[in-house]
């Protein structure tokens, strides 16, 4: 199964939740919190910090959605999102007064990103104004020498959120036919600067965690959000744990802690959680309540420094 990150963005009320939510094949994590400035004549909501979707299409290609705030105050999340991301969607809602004033911000605001990955333009509410017409849009793209597909988008269709991430799976793939020996030389160049030195994924290692005393199961997941390994049942705590190693940046940004090396969930009830992130993983471990953190922390680093 082939595995993509793509990065939903655009102003407030064009429809970014909305296609995720409509793309998305379980239900999607979300930050929204009600609106107190003027954003609050378009909608009743926003997204502080992120939105997150998953979809698999017909051809078995898994595709993880984050969606941006769309409130300029919130900006700074749009860099902790874009790491990773393989490809960028623009959403711009056509019944705005300045549609190209919004087309330059974002295409400023992502410029290091644009250079980097693929981009394509979703126009909606088209059915609310239909002016200016989709070839203004790629007028305004000639005009700063960027070439990207420009389509007209329901945010509210599976079929036509779907049909906009087909086309950048398609620009993916003319890209990678394309610059095959660059995108290996790069490819090789970051691999080796980011190696982690932590611990490796095997399930030797996965099953001497397992047994550890008070321990009921644990999960590897990997910087897309994608589970590799885990002895979890509960397909809920599986997905909270795959979705970890996304949050913690955004975490490290809003409240400004550095690093984040180890999550901690004390339940008095339920399992516990623990959590162990490295720049190219995050590892999942759930005990029992009843079980001192402490002494469980210190067993599973000793596991991963000496295996």
């Known amino acids: 199964m082939e595995r993509y990150k793509f990065l939903i963005s655009g102003p407030v009320g064009a429809g970014k939740t909305t296609a995720i939510e409509a793309a998305s094949d379980t239900e999607i994590f979300h930050t929204d919190v009600k609106i107190s400035d003027t954003a609050s004549l378009r909608k009743d909501n926003t997204t502080v910090a992120m939105d997150y979707g998953s979809t698999t299409l017909a051809n078995d290609k898994k595709v993880h959605l984050y969606g941006t705030p769309g409130q300029e105050r919130f900006d700074f999340m749009w860099d902790v999102l874009s790491k990773g991301t393989q ?3 623009l959403l711009f809602d056509n019944s705005r007064n300045y549609p190209q004033r919004d087309l330059a911000h974002y295409l400023n605001a992502f410029s ?4 980097d990955v693929p981009l394509v333009i979703g126009v909606t509410r088209t059915d609310v104004k239909n002016d200016p017409p989709l070839s203004a849009y790629q007028a305004w ?3 700063v020498n960027i070439q990207a597909p420009v389509l007209q988008i329901d945010a509210r269709e599976k ?3 779907h049909q906009t991430i087909q086309t950048l799976i398609h620009l993916l793939d003319e890209e990678e036919i394309e610059q095959e020996s660059t995108r290996a030389t790069k490819e090789l160049i970051a691999n080796t600067q980011t190696e982690s030195t932590g611990f490796e994924f095997n399930h ?3 099953d001497e965690l397992a047994q550890l005393k008070g321990v009921t199961g644990v999960m590897l997941n990997d910087v897309m959000g994608e589970v590799l390994h885990s002895t979890v049942e509960d397909d809920y705590m599986n997905e909270f744990s795959a979705i970890m190693a996304g949050l913690t ?3 490290e940004a809003l409240l400004d802690l550095g690093k984040i090396d180890q999550v901690m ?3 008095s009830k339920e ?3 623990l959590f162990f992130i490295e720049d190219d993983k995050a590892l999942g471990v759930t005990s029992q309540h009843q079980s001192s953190l402490l002494t469980l922390t210190q067993q599973v680093k000793d596991i991963l420094q000496w295996r």
């Open 159 to 161: 079929l036509d959120v």
């Open 141 to 143: 793209l000639a005009e």
């Open 271 to 273: 399992d516990n959680l």
């Open 112 to 115: 290091r990103l644009i250079a």
């Open 87 to 89: 490809g960028l969607i």
């Open 249 to 251: 940046p955004m975490i």
């Open 204 to 206: 030797e290692l996965m």
């Open 265 to 267: 969930l004390k339940s």
